[in-house]
């Protein structure tokens, strides 16, 4: 049984919150706590889907590994935010890696539940179709960002993804994230030197403060602003 102060996490959840108390219920009862070390994977690509899962702690990384060892990553996912679903919906392999970041507690439901949750109540799958496409809005507005803003503007609009836990947080309460330059340049498919100088400017202008693989937000209006500079087709 999940601790009353995970159930509390997993209220500031859009996704959770929104559910039926029903729904609720059976993913707690049914849910299993895991804990995972630094860079211990949950899955790979190319496995086969074993259920959903939501970062109660930590953190966790999601991208691939190509076969000359370079890697991609798509998202950091934090607290609390779920992911693994999308190998349910399409019943195909999972499509990337989802690799923890930091010893991290992670919540699993296991495909059986799901499933007998599904065969239950064939409404829920609507409740898992709005968790899919939370995600591909945020990839949508990411392949706009790519052909019609400057690289200024995509660094604050994934910044403020980030910070918004990517549409799962029902409020900003966090302005720290941990995510190396490196990493952020992989997301936003530039080189590193360029986030560098990217991140130093909005630093000038006291919007943000680096540190060892952590920026954090002074001045959250601003950097939304920069982010909506130009409207988004």
């Given amino acids: 049984m999940l601790k009353p102060i995970y159930i509390d996490h997993l209220e500031q959840n859009v996704w959770f919150s929104q559910l039926a108390p029903t729904f609720k219920q059976f993913i707690i009862r049914h849910a299993v706590q895991q804990n995972f070390d630094k860079e211990q994977p949950i899955f790979h690509t190319g496995d086969s889907f074993n259920g959903i899962y939501a970062v109660l702690d930590g953190a966790v990384r999601l991208g691939y590994i190509d076969i000359e060892g370079k890697e991609s990553v798509a998202a950091i996912v934090e607290p609390i935010m779920w992911f693994g679903e999308i190998s349910l919906v399409d019943a ?65 609009q994934r910044l403020m993804f980030i910070l918004n836990g990517y549409g799962n947080h029902l409020m900003i309460d966090n302005n720290v994230i941990h995510l190396s330059q490196e990493q952020l340049a992989q997301m936003l498919t530039c080189s590193r030197q360029t986030v560098n100088q990217e991140l130093q400017a909005l630093e000038k202008q006291n919007i943000l403060r680096l540190s060892f693989k952590k920026i954090e937000i002074l001045d959250v209006p601003e950097l939304h602003r920069i982010a909506h500079a130009f409207p988004n087709i």
């Fill in 92 to 156: 195909q392999p999972r499509s990337h890696d989802a690799v923890a970041t930091q010893k991290s507690l992670i919540l699993h439901i296991p495909s059986a539940a799901i499933q007998n949750l599904l065969q239950q109540h064939p409404v829920f799958w609507y409740h898992i179709a709005q968790l899919t496409s939370q995600k591909l809005r945020f990839a949508f507005l990411e392949l706009i960002s790519i052909q019609t803003q400057s690289i200024s503007q995509r660094l604050a």
